[in-house]
């Protein structure tokens, strides 16, 4: 089988099925006069689907803008406009597509917001990021400020004070949307949003369940297009439907005994963001005997969602999140999946422009080393800015890295 | 100037400073963001002290922080590994940056710092924040009581927000000793009493403060004049940059730095809950650019720009420094809109490029002057 065969009937295609859709559905909703906010990323988006508000995730756009190539020339746009050229890629590639850019924009462009919601849960580049739109767009900007999860407990070990406060903040919230969007709230369809978002969560996760067996019937290169629904509209029948359909593909797969990799070399674990522009590394690992058979982003997303306690359960689905959490959150993720599916190496890319995602890797290596015995590459990256990738550096570094791995293996 | 010299000593031997007061058998709690609510350190009669790194290189933190992570935090981290700081009987970081919150982690698994607390740190001043803030400054302040046994009355919180207030009374008079053309003192000056203030004891430091105002009124030789500047940025721990930027013809006469205009601008109210007060006045002050409030800086910002008859602007970003990163373009707008000419550099603390910056500067201020 080649490579393309390896890859899901499921994923095939799904830029233009879905993401593409996406952006026509949000540009449709824009030219009809319906509200349209863009998100940050961690932001509990559900309350906006509740309402019916269009949300649209800059984070996203970028992501597309770079698979489609153009990120660097969007990021140069920024930079012109004094933006340094060591913020975040994603930040600096949207911020350039609003600048004005002299070609046709992927998708016609993100849709003018008519507001924007943005969090702290993420990280400091949001709230900054956002509030440059806020400014440019002249539109408000509500803040959902969120404390950190210092403990780096899971949804059931959180510190109640942090609780509170984000619940508080969810009161305001939903004021200002229904200000915005000129709409009351129905508790009701609050209810069922998250009732949606639930079985979202609940079908991804099985999905992830099925990358246990050996060989591993789905790859980060089907992941990372997949989890698209998880982060921008869990709590929507599409994204059920999509991932029922998925896990059906998934189920059988792993039944038959069909994997991305016949002869499964190495099983590793990706940590943060893939190369959005160079998704094909993927292959290339599979070329190498290597598969991913779990990436950290994928096992971030999911909550489990109680519709008869909607505020608190969304502040225990997101306040977690690894990005607000210390490293401790993401060594305990780390060690659960290597040890889960059957994990020999851990890939831990930086990312040039994310100061959250690119501090702590170290402790990460030194403590999933100590306690496992499995060996971590960290890798210098951006996922969107090419000009700082050195292809042949990192295939290098990669080759080096299953040369241990085989002696580990073989005992030498 | 006498005492300008003793603020000069102190920020030279800061850790002997720091040693003096432990050798009396009292804790030495370090911090990095001027976030933190020292007052109530200081009530429990330990000294707070601001970490910072040094110039030069940070071959031990690059061990463990990658190259694109904020370089003073890398340089502070740094600093502690070298043992600069083996003294510290605690430290306190907060979540005011990315490059804070998960420096935290650094801390607490490579340094040997016995004791490290996380403050939790709102990034806007709504009263549900202030609410959030407060009940983090009372666990605050139960650790500081329960880690280093010594109970904090509210007594001892009042008399330490009358030192505190005073120190940025103190601090805010030698400030504006640079309005007068040419300003009474220089920029270098100032920083060094500024910083020195961030590393000994409050009291020491206010009686230097009161003999600085007394020797200042016979100085008969003035600094000479030149382009008024304003600094802007993040923060700034040493005087390399401000005595670059006066040697080439600048008087740096008004800054927008945590540790400078900022750290002492906003006075602790001292009538009601003196805790409640004292955590108040963190959320209110002059905001960083972490802030959901940064257009309160821009006008902090404004306003020094008129007070001390700016001539032109240089934002200096520290490199990695998101929040500022993002900022600067704004805030060069800003000062544009109002005229003043901006010059906008990203510097490494390691000083790494300082040749570079100090070409830029010179030219930049002989552009300024010419047009002057």
Known sequence: MGASERRLKSTMGFYKNYVKKFYEDAHRAKAEKRPVAWVSSTFPVETLQAMDITPVWPENYASVCAARQVSV?????????????????????????????????????????????????????????????????????????????????????????????????????????????????????????????????????????????????????????????????????????????????????????????????????????????????????????????????SHTWAGSLNPSKPFESLARKYLPNLANSSIQRRVDIILSLVKDFRVNGVVLPTNWGCRMMSIGETIVRDVVYKKLGVPSLIIDVDSSDWRIYNEAQIKDRFETFFETLTRKQSGA | MEALQRFRDCLVNRHDVARGWKSQGRCVIGWTCTYTPEEVIHAAEALPIMVWGSLGDTKFADAYMPSNSCSFARSCFNAVLRGDFDYLDGFVENNSCDNRGKTYDMWLNYSKVPSVYFLNTPHTNTEKAHR???????????????????PISDDSLRKTVRVYNENRTLLRKIYDLKMKKPPLISGVEFLEIALSSLVMPKEMHNKLLDEFLSDVKQRSALPKGGVRLLVAGSVMDNTELVRLSESVGGNVVADDWCTGSRYFWNLVDLNGDPLKAIARRYLDKVPSSFMYQHEQRFRHVAELTKRFNVDAAIIFVIKYCDTHMFDAPLLRDELKTMGLPVLYLEWEHSMSGLAGLKTRIEAFLEMVGGVK
């Not at chain 1, 739109?133 to 999860?149: E, G, I, Q, T």
């Not at chain 2, 959030?132 to 280093?148: I, M, N």
Request: aromatic letters at 14%.
């Open chain 1, 73 to 297: 020339e969007l990021c140069e746009r920024a930079e012109r406009e004094g933006f340094s050229r060591d913020l975040c890629s994603y930040s600096r590639c949207v911020l350039g597509s609003m600048f004005g850019y002299e070609k046709e924009l992927p998708e016609g462009g993100l849709p003018k917001p008519d507001f924007l919601v943005t969090t702290t849960c993420a990280c400091d580049t949001h709230l900054k990021w956002f509030q440059v739109a806020s400014r440019l767009y002249k539109v408000p900007l509500f803040l959902l400020d969120v404390a950190y999860n210092v403990g780096g407990g899971d949804s059931a070990h959180l510190d109640k004070a942090h609780i509170e406060y984000y619940v508080s903040q969810l009161q305001e919230l939903f004021a200002f949307l229904e200000k915005q969007a000129g709409a009351k709230l129905d508790s009701n369809r609050l209810r069922e949003t998250l009732a949606l978002s639930n079985r979202t969560s609940q079908l991804w996760m099985e999905v992830q369940d099925y990358r246990k067996t050996i060989p591993s019937p789905m790859d980060a290169r089907d992941a990372f297009s997949a989890v698209f629904f998880m982060l921008c509209i869990p709590g929507s029948q599409l994204a059920v439907d999509y991932y029922m359909q998925l896990r059906d593909e998934v189920r059988q797969r792993a039944q038959d005994g069909i994997g991305v990799v016949e002869d499964e070399k190495f099983r590793l674990v990706w940590d943060n963001l893939p190369l959005w522009f160079n998704l094909k590394i993927f292959e290339y690992l599979n070329s190498l005997g290597a598969v991913v058979v779990a990436e950290v982003f």
């Open chain 2, 132 to 150: 959030f803030f407060y009940q983090e400054v009372v666990a605050f302040k139960e650790w500081l009581e329960h880690t280093f046994k010594k």
